[in-house]
């Protein structure tokens, strides 16, 4: 177990804008940051980050928390793991207390993939550097490619003996089960016979964007027409190749700071650039781009630079992805190297600083290009033109016309000149292969919505967008306002009380509060001071079992309710913010409960006149009508407003 102590070194050391600005690329809006959300596709930035509170909150789904939780959800950590990922990042050595038999046992089922993943990498690379075949035959393959030292280091490259079952006896041998290592794709059984997957190949380790190994790929080194060049880790819980890019990792940085991320096809492209000084760089390892990769790319991004060798197969393989890129308001250009060289080849001849002359004076655009390949292939033949328009306009269709209308407008035209066709005839086109899309996902989403009939949501496992969020009535604004003011003024002066906190703890009825939330926020709050004798802070309920109170608190922080319209509307009142006005935010929020606690009372009176026959009692009631109707308005007065309209009327 990690002790407590340890726990608050790691989040007092971690700092917010800069564990997100790993993942992300964020940008300075006024006293917050912000960015495309990680957890879902957006176009338009909702996803913003308070480095003065420590928090972040997207408004487009609805997520929300502290650096921990941040973390958890974008890494797919448990608690201690991400408490482990935060120590490892800032160099916190851990307390721990040791662990029970069954303990470790529970921990190796959890983690189990990624322990073994992270062994199976150091004892790579350990036959790599450290044995004499790792050094006679795979050492000797990567220094004839040119890599140093210090970039095998970097990329954790590694060997696998050529032995039947060296990798699998070292691993037994360790503790891990066959079963585990199978799954792993790093053994195989045949016929109840164990034998290495790798064997007699060098090794990729494959690297989720904060350093943990998903999976491996290898390539073989002796001739062997019946084995495949390259071979991958197969899909498990922790790998899926359409969502990971080879290089992220030791790429992520550079690509934020240069504001462009290069694409190339293999592991070895993107090692010799990295040795070259080129370090923006990321491979799909011979995939199609995908939306996870694209998304990956896009959270650093959207500047992206396809590197590709000029023969025919690179060409086919530009191509592929490209639409989907642009349907997600990338820019993209293409490089294509001379024929016979690739981007490994190019910068281990020419170096980085040619390397970036070539792509700098080379670069085409998507559209260009294609039609630079097609009307190649189509020559004169009309069903292949005809083909290529069709291509051409569904491509320039997945533009955002309402982003980038001018980008739109610029390809239709260059497209019409080049293909020498009627321009409103191709914008017809254009047009309706928006519409085919527009309508297949509209059809699309109503089955979607037919299929998952809706399920009551269990509490601590709500994940919400922001709209289905939002206060089912008016007044409730006004209770979660009550949270923000508790929570982030609470610990400040307040004449005639010890604080903020206490004015609120001794006016206020908590039984007035409707909503369930705000309720358990209110006295969870009231719980941890009499407990521990202190206020509670934002991080407290930032980090709430209940992930719905989590998200909402959030985002309190990053942009504020309104006040209710029905409350403006009746009282005039309205909540002054900024640090110098806390005091107006306080007594408007102490107004509004003491107006509540005199409506409630208002209303038990009309109706005890509804049913009450005793002259002397309805006198009363009358009376006692009256002198609330003037606390009422003293309360107002007191605020320095003028009540325009009264509740009810």
Same mark, same amino acid.
């Given at each position: 177990?990690?002790?407590?102590?340890?726990?608050?070194?790691?989040?007092?050391?971690?700092?917010?804008?800069?564990?997100?600005?790993?993942?992300?690329?964020?940008?300075?809006?006024?006293?917050?940051?912000?960015?495309?959300?990680?957890?879902?596709?957006?176009?338009?930035?909702?996803?913003?980050?308070?480095?003065?509170?420590?928090?972040?909150?997207?408004?487009?789904?609805?997520?929300?928390?502290?650096?921990?939780?941040?973390?958890?959800?974008?890494?797919?950590?448990?608690?201690?793991?991400?408490?482990?990922?935060?120590?490892?990042?800032?160099?916190?050595?851990?307390?721990?207390?040791?662990?029970?038999?069954?303990?470790?046992?529970?921990?190796?089922?959890?983690?189990?993939?990624?322990?073994?993943?992270?062994?199976?990498?150091?004892?790579?690379?350990?036959?790599?550097?450290?044995?004499?075949?790792?050094?006679?035959?795979?050492?000797?393959?990567?220094?004839?490619?040119?890599?140093?030292?210090?970039?095998?280091?970097?990329?954790?490259?590694?060997?696998?003996?050529?032995?039947?079952?060296?990798?699998?006896?070292?691993?037994?041998?360790?503790?891990?089960?066959?079963?585990?290592?199978?799954?792993?794709?790093?053994?195989?059984?045949?016929?109840?016979?164990?034998?290495?997957?790798?064997?007699?190949?060098?090794?990729?380790?494959?690297?989720?964007?904060?350093?943990?190994?998903?999976?491996?790929?290898?390539?073989?080194?002796?001739?062997?027409?019946?084995?495949?060049?390259?071979?991958?880790?197969?899909?498990?819980?922790?790998?899926?190749?359409?969502?990971?890019?080879?290089?992220?990792?030791?790429?992520?940085?550079?690509?934020?700071?240069?504001?462009?991320?290069?694409?190339?096809?293999?592991?070895?492209?993107?090692?010799?650039?990295?040795?070259?000084?080129?370090?923006?760089?990321?491979?799909?390892?011979?995939?199609?781009?995908?939306?996870?990769?694209?998304?990956?790319?896009?959270?650093?991004?959207?500047?992206?630079?396809?590197?590709?060798?000029?023969?025919?197969?690179?060409?086919?393989?530009?191509?592929?992805?490209?639409?989907?890129?642009?349907?997600?308001?990338?820019?993209?250009?293409?490089?294509?190297?001379?024929?016979?060289?690739?981007?490994?080849?190019?910068?281990?001849?020419?170096?980085?600083?040619?390397?970036?002359?070539?792509?700098?004076?080379?670069?085409?655009?998507?559209?260009?290009?294609? !039609? /630079?390949? $097609?009307? *190649? @292939?189509?020559?004169?033949?009309?069903?292949?033109?005809?083909?290529?328009? %069709?291509? +051409?306009?569904?491509?320039?269709?997945?533009?955002?016309?309402?982003?980038?209308?001018?980008?739109?407008?610029?390809?239709?035209?260059?497209?019409?000149?080049?293909?020498?066709?009627?321009?409103?005839?191709?914008?017809?086109?254009?047009?309706?292969?928006?519409?085919?899309?527009?309508?297949?996902?509209?059809?699309?989403?109503?089955?979607?919505?037919?299929?998952?009939?809706?399920?009551?949501?269990?509490?601590?496992?709500?994940?919400?967008?922001?709209?289905?969020?939002?206060?089912?009535?008016?007044?409730?604004?006004?209770?979660?306002?009550?949270?923000?003011?508790? !929570? /982030?003024? $609470?610990? *400040? @002066?307040?004449?005639?009380?010890?604080?903020?906190?206490?004015?609120?703890? %001794?006016? +206020?009825?908590?039984?007035?509060?409707?909503?369930?939330?705000?309720?358990?926020?209110?006295?969870?709050?009231?719980?941890?001071?009499?407990?521990?004798?202190?206020?509670?802070?934002?991080?407290?309920?930032?980090?709430?079992?209940?992930?719905?109170?989590?998200?909402?608190?959030?985002?309190?922080?990053?942009?504020?309710?309104?006040?209710?319209?029905?409350?403006?509307?009746?009282?005039?009142?309205?909540?002054?913010?900024?640090?110098?006005?806390?005091?107006?935010?306080?007594?408007?929020?102490?107004?509004?409960?003491?107006?509540?606690?005199?409506?409630?009372?208002?209303? /038990?009176?009309?109706?005890?006149?509804?049913?009450?026959?005793?002259?002397?009692?309805?006198?009363?009631?009358?009376?006692?009508?009256?002198?609330?109707?003037?606390?009422?308005?003293?309360?107002?007065?007191?605020?320095?407003?003028?009540?325009?309209?009264?509740?009810?009327?």
């Amino acid at each position: 177990m990690i002790s407590q102590n340890s726990i608050q070194e790691v989040l007092n050391r971690a700092d917010i804008l800069d564990v997100v600005g790993q993942f992300v690329r964020l940008k300075k809006r006024g006293a917050n940051h912000i960015a495309n959300c990680p957890f879902h596709h957006e176009k338009t930035p909702s996803f913003y980050v308070s480095g003065a509170k420590g928090i972040y909150k997207c408004f487009g789904c609805g997520k929300g928390g502290n650096v921990l939780t941040f973390i958890q959800e974008h890494e797919k950590l448990t608690y201690p793991e991400a408490i482990r990922w935060l120590a490892d990042y800032y160099k916190v050595t851990l307390e721990e207390s040791e662990r029970t038999p069954e303990q470790q046992q529970q921990q190796l089922a959890e983690e189990s993939l990624r322990i073994l993943n992270e062994w199976a990498a150091s004892q790579f690379q350990q036959t790599l550097l450290e044995t004499e075949e790792g050094q006679a035959i795979g050492l000797s393959y990567f220094k004839q490619r040119g890599f140093r030292k210090e970039i095998i280091d970097r990329f954790r490259l590694g060997y696998n003996p050529e032995g039947y079952d060296h990798f699998y006896r070292a691993a037994i041998q360790k503790g891990y089960n066959a079963d585990l290592l199978e799954k792993a794709g790093l053994v195989k059984n045949r016929s109840g016979m164990y034998n290495d997957v790798y064997r007699g190949r060098v090794i990729f380790p494959i690297q989720s964007m904060t350093g943990r190994v998903l999976g491996f790929g290898a390539r073989i080194l002796k001739s062997n027409e019946k084995a495949p060049k390259y071979i991958n880790t197969p899909e498990n819980e922790l790998y899926n190749k359409s969502r990971v890019l080879y290089g992220m990792y030791q790429s992520r940085q550079s690509i934020g700071k240069l504001d462009e991320c290069f694409l190339v096809e293999g592991y070895t492209d993107v090692i010799s650039l990295h040795q070259g000084g080129v370090e923006n760089v990321v491979s799909s390892s011979g995939t199609s781009l995908t939306e996870d990769q694209l998304r990956l790319i896009g959270q650093l991004t959207k500047n992206l630079t396809i590197l590709y060798d000029g023969d025919a197969a690179g060409v086919k393989a530009a191509l592929r992805g490209l639409d989907m890129a642009l349907s997600q308001s990338f820019n993209v250009k293409l490089v294509l190297f001379p024929e016979g060289d690739d981007p490994d080849s190019f910068i281990q001849k020419a170096g980085a600083g040619k390397f970036h002359e070539y792509v700098k004076t080379h670069k085409q655009d998507v559209i260009g290009f294609r !039609l /630079e390949v $097609g009307m *190649k @292939e189509a020559a004169s033949d009309p069903v292949q033109k005809s083909k290529l328009v %069709n291509e +051409i306009a569904e491509s320039i269709s997945r533009i955002n016309k309402a982003e980038d209308f001018a980008l739109q407008d610029h390809y239709i035209r260059e497209a019409t000149r080049k293909l020498q066709v009627e321009e409103a005839g191709f914008i017809n086109l254009v047009n309706k292969y928006i519409r085919e899309r527009v309508d297949g996902d509209k059809k699309y989403q109503q089955r979607r919505n037919e299929q998952q009939a809706p399920e009551p949501a269990e509490q601590g496992t709500v994940d919400m967008p922001a709209e289905r969020i939002a206060p089912a009535n008016p007044d409730e604004q006004q209770e979660w306002e009550l949270v923000r003011v508790l !929570l /982030e003024q $609470g610990a *400040k @002066e307040y004449e005639g009380f010890a604080n903020v906190a206490e004015v609120i703890h %001794n006016r +206020i009825d908590p039984d007035l509060i409707e909503t369930m939330q705000v309720r358990q926020i209110y006295d969870g709050y009231f719980h941890y001071k009499d407990t521990f004798g202190n206020l509670p802070d934002i991080s407290y309920f930032v980090s709430h079992p209940d992930l719905a109170i989590q998200h909402r608190v959030a985002g309190l922080f990053q942009t504020k309710d309104s006040m209710s319209e029905k409350w403006q509307t009746n009282y005039g009142i309205e909540t002054l913010h900024g640090e110098f006005n806390y005091l107006n935010e306080v007594d408007s929020m102490l107004a509004y409960f003491e107006l509540k606690k005199i409506k409630v009372v208002q209303t /038990e009176i009309m109706n005890r006149l509804k049913t009450e026959q005793d002259i002397n009692r309805i006198t009363a009631l009358h009376r006692k009508f009256l002198e609330l109707k003037q606390s009422e308005s003293e309360v107002v007065k007191k605020m320095g407003t003028v009540i325009v309209k009264q509740l009810g009327r």
